[in-house]
C-alpha cells in the first residue's frame, strides 16, 4: 500500500513526536547520585524463624517494622503449583499468622499474567509501608521469573495489586531475586537480582517503590563519601 | 481495583494475537477473524500467558499490530525497520550477556542518550513521509512519558517484535534467494 500523507499531517506528526521527546525528558528521573544507607539491614538468626519459614525451599526474607517487631515472609513448602507466599509477624505472644500474602492466583487476578508457580520473597519496611517483591516463574523456574511487587499499608494486613516490574528486556524470562535489600541514603533501596557467584546488578527504586534505574554494582556508602 | 499497567498488558496482547492470526490474508474474513482471535485469546487465556513471557507489548508493536487491524501497514517497506529492531534487540541481548561493554538495557530508565539518538531518527522519518513510522515513535514517548514503562527500551521494543522483525528479515532473504535461482 502507498502512503501519501499530505503536509499538514507530516508536520502534525512531527509535532507529536516532539511533544512526546519533550514529555518523556520531563518524565526522566534525574535522582542523586545512588549512596547506601550506613544503616544495617534486618537479620534474624535461623533458629528465631518459625518452623514453617524455615522449611521453605527458598530462603525466606526477615525484615524489621517500624514498631521494633520482626516480619518473615517466605514462600510455602509443598506442591510448587500451589505454593503462595506467607508472612507472619513476631509480637509479645510470639509469631502471628497474617496469613497468605501472594499466590499464582492473586498475581493472576492483578498482573493478569499467567505463572507456573511462585518463587522467593523479598519483604522490606520502610516507615508504615511494608513492600513485597517475589517471583513469579510463567515457564518454569529454570527459565527466568518475573518480578512482582506490592504494598501494605496497614501492616501486612491488605496488600495493593501487585505490579510487574520492568526489569529486563526479556519479558518473562529475566534474572530471579537476589538475596539482600540494600537501603539508600536518599531514602531509597536498591533490590538486588540473582547473578552467579552473588547479588547485583541492582535495580534502583525511589522512596515510592518506583523503578528508576539499574546498577551494576554497589555505590559506596554515604558515610564514606562523606569522611 | 485494575492497574492501567495490567490492563494495557493484558489488551495490548489480545490486539496483537488477533493482528498475527490475520497476518495470512484471509480476503474479506480477515477482520472477522481478527476480532474474533482477539476475544478467543482473552477467554482461553493466551493473552495473559504471552503476558507472562513476552511482557507488555512495547509500543512500537501494538502500533503496528493496529496499523495492520486498520489494513494500513507504514508504507517504504520493512526491511530497514526490521533491520534496525534486530540490531536494537541482539545489542540489547550481547550487553546484557556481558558480550558489550556498560549496561545498554539501563540506560532507558535514565534515557538523556536514547532520546538524542531518537532526535535525528525523527527528523529522518519526517524528512522521507514516513508519517506512520513517526506517530508510532511518538506513541512510544508518550507511553513513556505518562508512566506505563519504567524504561524507554520497553516502550520502543518487545521480545516478541524483535522476534516477528527477525522472521520478517529471514523471510524477505528467503524470497530474495529464491527469485535469483
Same mark, same amino acid.
Given at each position: 500500500m502507498t502512503e501519501q500523507p499530505g503536509n499538514l499531517l507530516r508536520w502534525l506528526a512531527l509535532a507529536l513526536f516532539g511533544?512526546?521527546? @519533550? @514529555? @518523556?525528558?520531563?518524565?526522566?528521573?534525574?535522582?542523586?547520585?545512588?549512596?547506601?544507607?550506613?544503616?544495617?539491614?534486618?537479620? #534474624?538468626? =535461623?533458629?528465631? #524463624?518459625?518452623?514453617a519459614a524455615r522449611a521453605s525451599p527458598e530462603r525466606p526474607s526477615p525484615t524489621r517494622l517500624a514498631n521494633g517487631q520482626a516480619a518473615v515472609a517466605w514462600l510455602e513448602n509443598g506442591e510448587a503449583e500451589s505454593a503462595g507466599i506467607r508472612l507472619v509477624i513476631r509480637d509479645a505472644t510470639g509469631w502471628r499468622e497474617m496469613g497468605r500474602i501472594a499466590s499464582r492466583e492473586s498475581?493472576?487476578?492483578? @498482573?493478569?499474567?499467567?505463572?507456573?508457580?511462585l518463587g522467593r520473597p523479598l519483604l522490606w519496611a520502610e516507615g508504615g509501608w511494608l513492600h513485597l517483591w517475589y517471583e513469579a516463574h510463567p515457564l518454569g523456574s529454570a527459565a527466568g521469573a518475573v518480578l512482582m511487587h506490592s504494598v501494605s499499608t496497614d501492616g501486612g494486613r491488605q496488600w495493593t495489586n501487585a505490579r510487574r516490574l520492568d526489569s529486563t528486556p526479556f519479558g518473562g524470562l529475566g534474572p530471579r531475586l537476589g538475596e539482600t535489600l540494600r537501603p539508600l541514603a536518599d531514602g531509597g533501596l536498591l533490590l538486588p537480582l540473582a547473578q552467579a557467584g552473588g547479588d547485583g546488578p541492582w535495580l534502583r527504586l525511589s522512596v515510592t517503590g518506583q523503578l528508576i534505574d539499574r546498577l551494576p554494582a554497589l555505590p559506596v556508602a554515604a558515610a564514606e563519601t562523606t569522611r | 481495583m485494575i492497574s492501567l499497567h495490567a490492563a494495557y498488558g493484558l489488551l495490548g496482547q489480545a490486539l496483537v494475537c488477533g493482528a498475527l492470526a490475520a497476518l495470512p490474508g484471509f480476503g474479506i474474513f480477515r477482520a472477522r477473524i481478527a476480532l474474533a482471535t482477539t476475544a478467543v485469546s482473552l477467554l482461553v487465556g493466551i493473552a495473559p500467558i504471552m503476558l507472562a513471557v513476552f511482557g507488555p507489548p512495547s509500543a512500537t508493536l501494538l502500533g503496528l499490530a493496529l496499523c495492520h487491524l486498520a489494513g494500513r501497514l507504514p508504507a517504504g517497506g520493512?526491511?530497514?525497520?526490521?533491520?534496525?529492531?534486530?540490531?536494537? =534487540?541482539?545489542?540489547?541481548a550481547l550487553a546484557t550477556a556481558? &558480550?558489550?561493554?556498560?549496561?545498554?538495557?539501563?540506560? &532507558?530508565?535514565?534515557?538523556w542518550p536514547l532520546l538524542a539518538a531518537l532526535l535525528p531518527l525523527g527528523l529522518v522519518l519526517a524528512w522521507q513521509g514516513r508519517t506512520a513510522w513517526l506517530l508510532i515513535l511518538a506513541g512510544a514517548l508518550f507511553a513513556y512519558a505518562g508512566g506505563l514503562f519504567a524504561n524507554l527500551w520497553g516502550a520502543l521494543l518487545d521480545p516478541l517484535l524483535i522476534g516477528l522483525a527477525g522472521g520478517a528479515l529471514l523471510r524477505a532473504g528467503l524470497f530474495r534467494r529464491r527469485r535469483t535461482t
Open positions: 511533544l512526546g521527546l @519533550a @514529555a @518523556a525528558g520531563w518524565r526522566t528521573p534525574t535522582p542523586p547520585p545512588a549512596m547506601l544507607s550506613p544503616a544495617p539491614a534486618a537479620h #534474624l538468626a =535461623g533458629d528465631d #524463624l518459625p518452623a498475581t493472576a487476578a492483578a @498482573a493478569f499474567l499467567h505463572a507456573q508457580r | 520493512a526491511t530497514r525497520p526490521a533491520l534496525l529492531i534486530v540490531g536494537c =534487540g541482539g545489542a540489547l556481558g &558480550g558489550l561493554p556498560g549496561d545498554l538495557y539501563a540506560l &532507558g530508565y535514565r534515557p
